[in-house]
């Protein structure tokens, strides 16, 4: 799985995700969400395998154990390389989740990586202690699922940048921390509350990032990326 910059294709159709993409002249670590998904199906990660492209697949499975573990067990054939549920469906549903994909996995393939969701980078703490009533901090919530997580032997989490060290101290620094809410220093924050720059997202401990407008609504796609896997990089 690349550790180069994830690029957010939220577009409304293939036609246009294809487009974006034909611009790039190197594969490309993709995340496909359910604006996407739900488009084009199963067909839209086949395609971008094929095109050679490493591919996230962000559906947020969040329902009973059994549900999800038979989700995971069709989306293994898919071919996805990371995908992943919310973390707040328990630890039954997780371990159910990761036992699916093994399941569904073809055998001498290695399993899809799998990460849940903590808390929402567009959640702030005040809407998480108000509307969810979780009346603990945010740094608090998030790595309480992450050691959920990790009980459930997931391979990591999403969260923000603000985050991530707590989670290396609590779980380890093999555990993935995929953090999206990542802009350029004159970006606007758009609907993210809990945001950072690249070279930020690395020295306060992301193992991934996710970047989606700062990339595809560009100028220039391309040299937009170029521009934020230089500042990822520098900071490795």
């Not at 487009?19 to 670590?29: A, D, G, N, P, Y």
């Not at 060290?165 to 999206?180: H, M, Q, S």
């Amino acid at each position: 799985m690349k550790n180069s910059p994830i690029i957010a294709l939220d577009f409304a159709s293939a036609k246009e995700a294809y487009q974006f993409l034909t611009s790039f002249e190197k594969s490309l670590f993709v995340k496909v969400g359910m604006e996407l998904y739900l488009q084009e199906g199963p067909s839209i990660v086949y395609k971008l395998k094929e095109m050679g492209h490493d591919v996230f697949l962000d559906l947020k499975l969040h329902d009973i154990p059994n549900t999800v573990g038979q989700a995971m067990k069709g989306l293994a054939r898919l071919g996805a390389d990371l995908v992943n549920v919310h973390a707040a469906g328990g630890t039954a549903m997780m371990i159910a989740a990761r036992e699916g994909l093994e399941a569904g996995t073809t055998a001498g393939n290695k399993r899809p990586s799998i990460i849940a969701v903590t808390q929402l980078t567009s959640t702030s703490e005040l809407q998480m202690q108000q509307q969810q009533l979780i009346q603990t901090t945010m740094d608090e919530s998030v790595v309480n699922y992450s050691e959920l997580a990790k009980t459930a032997a997931l391979d990591g989490v999403v969260c923000s940048v603000l985050e991530a060290k707590k989670i290396v101290a609590a779980c380890g620094p093999e555990f993935l921390r995929v953090t999206p809410g990542i802009r350029i220093a004159d970006g606007a924050a758009h609907d993210q509350v809990r945001v950072a720059t690249p070279a930020n997202a690395r020295i306060l401990g992301s193992s991934h990032i996710v970047v989606g407008r700062s990339i595809t609504k560009a100028d220039n796609p391309v040299q937009a990326y170029e521009n934020i896997l230089k500042m990822w990089e520098e900071h490795t």
